[in-house]
């Protein structure tokens, strides 16, 4: 709780829709003068803070029109697979099976509307926090879903353009009343 209390500090800032182009550009890494500074750790903040008012459970900075390689996210969940938020800055995804998990998706850049994403089922990531200090781990299933929806984003890309069957797009409205696949995670 103290974790988030802090993270809850941060601005709200207003994010931005699919169609405003800062969504389809690619970020740029941070300089490694920059970890540490009172810009990045008020990025950080702000991310998260803008993320939980969402009800998201990641929220990348193009989506805030800030063209940097960074992104926060946490995973909601009993005890054991609760994972406190998180920032990665300058993430480097390695790929260890094929993207062949399919899963629902959502994005706070994209309201109202769900889809089914095939994602990788594991990666190795590799990032640094805010501070510098480097984050090397595995991740697999869910949480690696919301990584790489998350980075997609510093590359312009939306989980849209990863959709291979666009019949599945749903709003959120009709996905509650007619969803047959809810078994699915869904990352919004
Ligand atoms: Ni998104």
Request: glycine share 10%.
């Amino acid at each position: 709780m103290a974790l988030l209390s802090r993270a809850m500090d941060g601005r709200l800032r207003p994010i931005i829709r699919m169609g405003h182009p800062a969504l389809r550009q690619r970020a740029v890494e941070a300089a490694p003068d920059r970890f540490g500074t009172r810009m990045l750790r008020d990025l950080g903040r702000d991310l998260v803070r803008t993320m939980h008012d969402g009800n998201g459970v990641g929220l990348a900075a193009p989506q805030i029109a800030v063209g940097l390689r960074a992104f926060a996210y946490y995973l909601p969940g009993d005890d054991a697979d609760e994972l406190p938020p998180r920032v990665l800055v300058n993430p480097k995804l390695t790929f260890l099976d094929e993207p062949t998990e399919l899963g629902w998706e959502g994005c706070l850049s994209i309201p109202g509307l769900r889809g089914l994403v095939p994602r990788h089922g594991l990666i190795r990531v590799d990032a640094r926090d805010v501070d510098g200090a480097p984050l090397s781990f595995e991740a697999a299933g869910f949480h690696a879903r919301v990584i790489q929806h998350e980075y997609d984003h510093l590359d312009g890309i939306l989980f849209v353009d990863r959709m291979t069957d666009m019949s599945s797009l749903t709003f959120e409205e009709e996905w509650d009343e007619f969803g047959t696949r809810k078994d699915l995670p869904v990352e919004v």
